[in-house]
């Protein structure tokens, strides 16, 4: 498995979540916000990783993945409640430690915390969204092929 693997196991754990689908959850891709399909947008990307030695032949990866979750701006009051709303519903993909691997490479995964929100300002000033990071850690155990 790799990384973007199970950042891809991420993506589809997002998109089943109440509230979100293909047209507003994407990996790397915050041009999907120009489109205007939704008010809201989850935009996956890589965080932090480290690496832990089991044996000489094996490790366990543990990787981040930020959930950059973005609320268009209305008003201060509707737009902090959606935000919130949207955090929430992204939450029970904590009934899914293993991500819906099937291989059985994943170990756990969970979210460990974020920042606090951020309002994100037009050029003339005001704010047109609000983003909050939210961070997925998992773990996979690789297997190393000694060579030579």
């Known amino acids: 498995m790799s990384y973007s693997t199970g950042?891809?196991?991420i993506?589809?754990?997002v998109i089943a979540c109440d509230n979100f689908d293909s047209n507003n959850v994407a990996r790397g891709n915050?041009?999907?916000?120009n489109k205007g399909r939704s008010d809201h947008y989850a935009i996956l990307r890589p965080g932090p990783f480290t690496i832990?030695?089991?044996t000489y032949r094996s490790y366990i990866a543990t990787w981040t993945t930020i959930v950059e979750l973005w609320q268009r701006y209305t008003d201060d009051e509707v737009t902090?409640?959606?935000l919130f709303a949207r955090v929430a519903d992204l939450l029970p993909i904590m009934a899914?430690?293993?991500l819906g691997d099937t291989g059985g490479t994943v170990l756990d995964a969970h979210f460990t915390g974020g920042g606090e929100p951020q309002e994100m300002w037009k050029k003339g000033g005001g704010p047109?969204?609000?983003r909050w990071e939210m961070q997925i850690e998992w773990k996979e155990e690789v297997t190393v092929n000694i060579a030579g």
């Open 128 to 130: 047109q969204w609000l």
């Open 7 to 9: 950042e891809d196991l």
């Open 30 to 33: 915050w041009k999907l916000m």
């Open 96 to 98: 899914y430690p293993r």
């Open 11 to 13: 993506q589809t754990r």
């Open 80 to 82: 902090r409640t959606n």
């Open 52 to 54: 832990e030695w089991n």
